[in-house]
T-cell receptor, first 117, second 109 residues
């Protein structure tokens, strides 16, 4: 399967801090990147979709100014949680996709557990 | 995308086959059935997918009914490491996956 590297795997920081999460596709070019988050005991919820070189599309209820997504290259995308607060504590997971369309499966990073104190 | 219905939880014995059902009665002709699992504190792991025919790989088998309204994921010899939440997802051959609640599978020794 595809190799996806997500970093950091775990971060704790103070309220008001901005946190950057990196997602790399190591063996294919990710033209599209999906970012999900998962609260405890809940399922994954899609936050946003980004295409390389374009602005991200955010799902309803997700603040684009709070969750900044950069997808400047085909192998790296970043999610920055700006001025994080305790309610932003969650498990964030990226999923790069090499092509739009087709029936190939999506692969996922191992996630970043974010805890805001 | 078509919605799916899965049991909330199920137990199975180590070494036995685990059969996980999924109903997708509103599936469209061009939608695939995908199965993923999520082990605690990890990202989802792809298991298998299919359109009409039954599929088998090194991890599992996927049985899709002839009318495509339901499917079953079979883990042939469950191990303790198969304890996870299993998600059945249907989608068109596009790119966005939507996750439901899934089935929490507990494999017991």
């Amino acid at each position: 399967g595809a190799v996806v590297s997500q970093h950091p795997s775990w971060v704790i920081c103070k309220s008001g801090t901005s946190v950057k999460i990196e997602c790399r596709s190591l063996d294919f070019q990710a033209t599209t990147m999906f970012w999900y988050r998962q609260f405890p005991k809940q399922s994954l919820m899609l936050m946003a979709t980004s295409n390389e070189g374009s602005k991200a599309t955010y799902e309803q209820g997700v603040e684009k100014d709070k969750f900044l997504i950069n997808h400047a290259s085909l192998t790296l995308s970043t999610l920055t949680v700006t001025s994080a607060h305790p309610e932003d504590s969650s498990f964030y997971i990226c999923s790069p996709s090499g092509r739009v369309g087709g029936n190939q499966p999506q692969h996922f990073g191992d996630g970043t557990r974010l805890s805001i104190l | 995308d078509a919605k799916t219905t899965q049991p909330t939880s199920m137990d199975c014995a180590e070494g036995r086959a685990a059969n996980l059902p999924c109903n997708h009665s509103t599936i469209s002709g061009n939608e695939y059935v995908y199965w993923y699992r999520q082990i605690h504190s990890q990202g989802p792991q792809y298991i298998i997918h299919g359109l009409k025919n039954n599929e088998t790989n090194e991890m599992a088998s996927l049985i899709i009914t002839e009318d495509r309204k339901s499917s079953t994921l079979i883990l042939p010899h469950a191990t303790l490491r198969d304890t996870a939440v299993y998600y059945c997802i249907v989608r068109v051959a596009f790119y966005k996956l939507s996750f439901g609640a899934g089935t929490t599978v507990t494999v017991r020794a």
